[in-house]
Structures are given as structure tokens and as C-alpha cells.
């Protein structure tokens, strides 16, 4: 007698039920032209709202359309035009202080109020 087998446990098979399914597309197709043909008749004759119904419909171009009334193209110009001009004011200010050194620094401490007050004057 093995003494591993006392305690562990045995492997056994796994079984399982598998029933074939089978699909017919033409009789798939048949049935949603038939509730197509079905939800055109109710519509026609008032039975039905127009516009409750397939759910599909209702998504069909809902992405595209938020994506067109959404002004993230704004923002992203706005960004990208906050970006450039902080890099050009940047290049601006080393350059400036190549060229004149501590002076630069007085002009920059006129220049930050100034920004400050236009910016937050509302």
C-alpha cells in the first residue's frame, strides 16, 4: 500500500454532455424577415409606436453622432496651443537670458503678474 495515496485524492475522468446544435441561416433569416415584415405592418397601421421597437436601431448611429456634438477637438486645440506657447515662452526666456542675464529674471517677474491678472480677471 502506497503511503501518498492515503492522502491525496485520485484523479478521475471528466465527463460531460455535448448535444450537437444545429444552425440553418436560412430559417434564421426567415424569421427576422418575418418580424421585420411583422413590425413594418404594426407601424403602418398605427399598432405600434414608431419609434419603440428594435433596440438596434436606436444605437445605430448614437457613438458617431455624441462623437460630432462633443468639443474634444476644442479642448485638444486649446491644450496643444497651451503647450506651444509655454515651450516658445520658454525658448524665449533662455534665450533672453543668454543674451542679457539677470535682467532677464526682472522682466520675467514684471511679466508673471501681468499673465496672472489677464488670465484670472473674470
Not at 17 to 30: A, C, L
Not at 51 to 63: K, P
Amino acid at each position: 500500500m502506497k503511503f501518498v495515496s492515503l492522502f491525496t485524492k485520485t484523479p478521475n475522468h471528466k465527463r460531460f454532455n455535448y448535444t450537437p446544435r444545429f444552425y440553418d441561416p436560412k430559417e434564421d433569416e426567415r424569421k427576422e424577415r418575418e418580424e421585420r415584415l411583422r413590425r413594418e405592418l404594426e407601424r403602418e397601421q398605427g399598432i405600434q409606436p414608431e419609434n419603440s421597437g428594435d433596440y438596434r436601431s436606436r444605437i445605430a448611429g448614437s457613438f458617431q453622432h455624441s462623437r460630432k456634438r462633443s468639443n474634444k477637438g476644442k479642448s485638444e486645440l486649446n491644450a496643444v496651443l497651451l503647450r506651444s506657447g509655454l515651450l516658445l515662452f520658454l525658448a524665449l526666456f533662455a534665450m533672453s537670458f543668454l543674451q542679457w542675464g539677470k535682467d532677464s529674471l526682472y522682466m520675467l517677474l514684471v511679466f508673471v503678474p501681468v499673465y496672472f491678472y489677464l488670465k484670472f480677471r473674470k
